[in-house]
């Protein structure tokens, strides 16, 4: 069996002193863990860091808070979805009026056409037996006047 006994630090068990103003100092031992960067820089100045561009970019996440990050990729998904929603749509929509345009136009452009040419053909024929009125005079009038047999 394994007993465990808790140990105290003995910075803890020290108590801080106070001035007259009921300050804390901070103590001079502290001051020994600081040391001087620029000769450990300096030392180190040779040595490349082999690190690409998605590595420094996904170390950012760290910078933004977990709800920070939960609502940006929540919003990021729901606006993907909606345009996504909204190309479908219109694709949809783009196909149904086209082909009933081609349905229903193609065949009433036709048949408008056909119209306008049986429309034009009867100006010429108008416009031929005209002329001959003009041409040949009085020939109608003598055909209605002869009795038929």
Partial sequence: MVKLTEVEDEHFSEKPTATKND????G????DDYSDTESEISDDEDV???????????AL????????????SNTVSSLTNLTKATLSFSG???WVISTSAFLLGVPFALAYAEEEQ???????????K?????LTPGVEGEKAAQPTL
Avoid: C, F, H, W
Wanted: charged fraction near 35%.
């Fill in 118 to 128: 049986y429309i034009q053909m009867e100006r010429e024929q108008g416009m031929i």
């Fill in 23 to 26: 300050a804390l100092l901070v």
């Fill in 48 to 58: 490349e860091i082999e690190e690409t561009l998605y590595e420094r970019i996904t």
């Fill in 130 to 134: 005209g002329a001959n009125e003009m």
């Fill in 92 to 94: 949809k929509s783009l």
């Fill in 61 to 72: 996440k760290d910078m933004i808070p977990p709800s920070a990050r939960r609502n940006l």
């Fill in 28 to 31: 001079s031992d502290d001051e």
